[in-house]
């Protein structure tokens, strides 16, 4: 279960009945578009030439927390019903661990009683459930302002250029704000396709209107939640916020962020810091970017182990895999940013509300 004030955990299996997720903590009387989820969800199937060939209804149901069209307060269980599954190969390949995948350590943590069919509670399906939390979560900020939008910033070793916020937050290409470099990026997705192979890329997400505040040191910290929800996503291997790992190659004088008054404001010139110090949030963007490994399932022959006979062999996978998941998983990081938001929104609201009823 992630979060505090607005929590959320996932449920279900890639090939079992259903995927699904419980929300608790949304608060009543927020207007329910199932038109707006779905299409929420229709993102997350990503580009149809890279993705999987499973035909995934992606039909939300939604079960509970949900009256005339409205939250009621109560905790929100949606699924969505799996119907395009084939597991039988799933059967022959269970004693041979894709490599990259969690088909060995699920394995072991769960003593072998785990869902192996289409990596089971691992499978990039249970996703979905992300997306749905997600849908109430952007619906709660929105209604202070705050505006989440993720898109990709790099393929493999294709980089978008660096844009302004106003440039990537106006773009109409919803995967990537720099046109020319995203032909680019989708020839070396098509590359890796045809190879048989698989390739990764690094998702940037912008929060923009967030109120200075939200957040706090230790375990309150606003990056280490957001890093935690981002880490939670599968397939991420690294994290980073504003200049991330190249501010250690900085001098103070180059990477502090001056204070400055715009518009009667304060704010700072740059955002090294990507929006957040001392774990809160100082009002500016929050920029943040999450870096994706390439799919692990692939078509070409990879060594492995025979768990059985505890011998070293070859596996070459038939079935149904993203030889990218990155265009798939904007919707995801936007979902994970808007939920951890969303929580600490709810959080910041208690206190201020509070701190209205008089000091001392
Ligand atoms: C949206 C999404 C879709 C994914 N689809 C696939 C897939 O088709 N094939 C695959 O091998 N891995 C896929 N993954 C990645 C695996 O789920 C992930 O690599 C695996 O669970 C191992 O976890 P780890 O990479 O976090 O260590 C997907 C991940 C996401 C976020």
Excluded at 72 to 98: F, Q
Aim: net charge positive; with cysteine.
């Amino acid at each position: 279960m992630m979060g505090r004030m607005l929590r959320f955990s996932l449920f279900g299996e890639s090939h079992g009945r259903v995927v699904g997720v419980l929300i608790e903590g949304v608060p009543p009387g927020i207007k329910v578009n199932l038109e707006k989820m779905k299409a929420e969800l229709e993102r997350r199937k990503g580009i149809k030439r890279f993705s999987t060939k499973r035909r995934e209804s992606d039909k939300p149901v939604i079960l509970s927390g949900v009256f005339n069209g409205f939250t009621t307060g109560s905790p929100i269980a949606v699924i969505i019903e799996n119907k395009d599954v084939d597991s039988s190969y799933y059967e022959e390949i269970k004693n041979t661990p894709r490599p990259g995948h969690s088909d060995y350590t699920a394995k072991i943590k769960y003593f072998g009683f785990n869902d192996y069919r289409g990596g089971g509670f691992f499978s990039g399906r249970l996703t979905a459930g992300i997306v749905i939390a997600g849908y109430f979560a952007k619906e709660i900020l929105a209604k202070a302002g705050i505006e989440v939008k993720a898109y990709i910033k790099s393929i493999g070793k294709v980089k978008a250029r660096n844009l302004s916020v106003e440039e990537i937050f106006s773009s109409k290409n919803s995967f990537c704000p720099d046109e020319e470099v995203f032909q680019k990026m989708l020839e070396e997705m098509e590359r890796a396709r045809k190879d048989g192979d698989s390739v990764g890329g690094i998702v940037e997400v912008i929060a923009l209107n967030v109120p200075p505040g939200f957040g706090g040191p230790y375990d309150e910290d606003l990056e280490g939640d957001l890093a935690k929800a981002f880490f939670a996503i599968p397939a991420v291997k690294g994290v980073e916020f504003g200049l991330g790992f190249k501010i250690a190659e900085l001098r103070g004088s180059e990477a502090n962020d001056p204070f400055v008054v715009k518009d009667g404001k304060i704010m700072t010139e740059t955002n090294n810091c990507g929006g957040i110090l001392g774990g809160i949030s100082n009002g500016m963007p929050i920029v943040a970017r999450i870096a994706f490994k390439p799919t692990p399932s692939i078509y070409k022959p990879q060594r492995t182990v025979d768990l059985e006979k505890i011998e070293e062999t070859e596996i070459k996978l038939r079935g149904r895999f993203d030889s990218c998941i990155v265009p798939k998983a904007l919707p995801v990081v936007e979902s994970m940013m808007a939920l951890v938001l969303a929580d600490h929104l709810l959080r910041w609201l208690s206190w201020k509300g509070f701190m209205s009823l008089g000091k001392g």
